[in-house]
């Protein structure tokens, strides 16, 4: 069965980090390119981040640049966004997803989904 799952998220304080990580099982990540997205609640979901499979392209949506750091470990079939800085509209389910080999944030593109983990900033 091929799964993406989200870990990572939690409640932290404005100004603070998170890691979040996406594992792949059934499946090796070395062939796609890996997509973090977001919902916030009564909010259209957005692409945060992405990673080609090679791990030479990635790409920030404009409010996380700077303070969002995509990378990929294919040795442990694992993708990571460390999240630092964090703001309270970043508060949001991240959602992981995989598709073809360049990165894109168009939803629609994606194959697989995990079920999310949910990031509170909060004070």
């Known amino acids: 069965q091929l799964q993406l799952v989200e870990s990572g998220g939690g409640l932290v304080q404005p100004g603070g980090s998170l890691r979040l990580s996406c594992a792949a099982s059934?499946?090796?990540?070395?062939?796609?390119?890996i997509g973090w997205f977001r919902q916030a609640p009564g909010k259209e979901r957005e692409g945060v981040s992405c990673?080609?499979?090679?791990?030479?392209?990635?790409k920030y949506a404009d409010s996380v640049k700077g303070r969002f750091t995509i990378s990929r470990d294919n040795a442990k079939n694992t993708v990571y966004l460390q999240m630092n800085s964090l703001k309270p509209e970043d508060t949001a389910i991240y959602y992981c997803?995989?598709?073809?080999?360049?990165?894109?944030?168009?939803?629609?593109?994606?194959?697989?989904w995990g079920q999310g983990t949910q990031v509170t900033v909060s004070s």
């Open positions: 997803a995989a598709r073809g080999r360049l990165c894109s944030f168009l939803g629609l593109e994606y194959n697989y």
């Open positions: 059934g499946f090796t990540l070395d062939y796609y390119a």
């Open positions: 990673i080609s499979s090679s791990g030479g392209s990635t």
